[in-house]
């Protein structure tokens, strides 16, 4: 089946950091990819995508990659401010089982302190 | 725009209480979902409409649990009766469902759920 796997957090930086979350899918057919944001106390919020192999979405200063050979979509930016602290969920929609129907990560938690 | 509107944003209940989670999803949209976050097990869904007609109702966890959506604009998660193992985040969540694409969902602010 689906599944998305996240590196675990929390994780902390400070202000101006270079952030990297990583993700990991295993699917059965040609997934879409996505990167959604909670802050906190809010519901989730699409924050950058991507549909084919090695495309890349950008957001706000984030960007992730479509890496099909190594089945990853991790999520980067090169200097990270406080008001970046949500939780980042990786997560996948496959053809295969609905578009509609989306797999989500377990989440992982970003702090960033000034 | 109002954004995907959910009511109560707080409930908190006695064990065997019956539960009605609200939503009105964005205008237009007709596709909407029903998801629970918890701690322990993540963002589950639950439940998911087309149209106003269930697709996929098979992260319902028990006939517990029960969701309808009798016109475009209003959905209801019930819970009767309810658990203290179902103490979550529940958000509801809208979406323009084209078909042989992915679509935006755009989600509510949630309602936090606390039985007793």
């Known amino acids: 089946g689906n599944s998305v796997t996240q590196m675990e957090g929390p994780v902390t930086l400070s202000e101006e950091a270079f952030l990297t979350i990583n993700c990991t899918y295993t699917?059965?057919?040609?997934?879409?990819l996505f990167w959604y944001v909670q802050y906190p106390g809010e519901g989730l919020q699409l924050l950058l995508k991507?549909?084919?192999?090695?495309d890349k979405g950008s957001n706000k200063g984030f960007e992730a990659t479509y890496r099909k050979e190594t089945t990853s979509f991790h999520l980067e930016k090169g200097s990270v401010q406080v008001s970046d602290s949500a939780v980042y969920f990786c997560?996948?929609?496959?053809?295969?089982?609905?578009?509609?129907?989306?797999?989500f990560g377990p989440g992982t938690s970003l702090s960033v302190i000034p | 725009d109002a954004g995907v509107i959910q009511s109560p944003r707080h409930e908190v209940t006695e064990m065997g209480q019956e539960v009605t989670l609200r939503c009105k999803p964005i205008?237009?949209?007709?596709?909407l979902f029903w998801y629970r976050q918890t701690m322990m097990r993540g963002l589950e869904l639950l439940i998911y409409?087309?149209?106003?007609?269930?697709?996929?109702d098979s992260g319902m966890p028990e006939d517990r649990f029960s969701a309808k959506m009798p016109n475009a604009s209003f959905s209801t998660l019930k819970i009767q009766p309810s658990e203290p193992r179902d103490s979550a985040v529940y958000f509801c969540?809208?979406?323009?469902?084209?078909?042989?694409?992915?679509?935006?969902?755009?989600f509510g602010p949630g309602t936090r759920l606390t039985v007793l």
């Open positions: 969540a809208s979406s323009f469902s084209s078909g042989g694409q992915y679509n935006e969902q755009f």
């Open positions: 699917a059965t057919g040609y997934p879409s």
């Open positions: 991507a549909t084919k192999a090695d």
């Open positions: 997560a996948l929609s496959d053809s295969t089982t609905s578009y509609d129907k989306v797999i």
């Open positions: 205008s237009g949209h007709n596709s």
């Open positions: 409409f087309n149209n106003n007609v269930p697709i996929d």
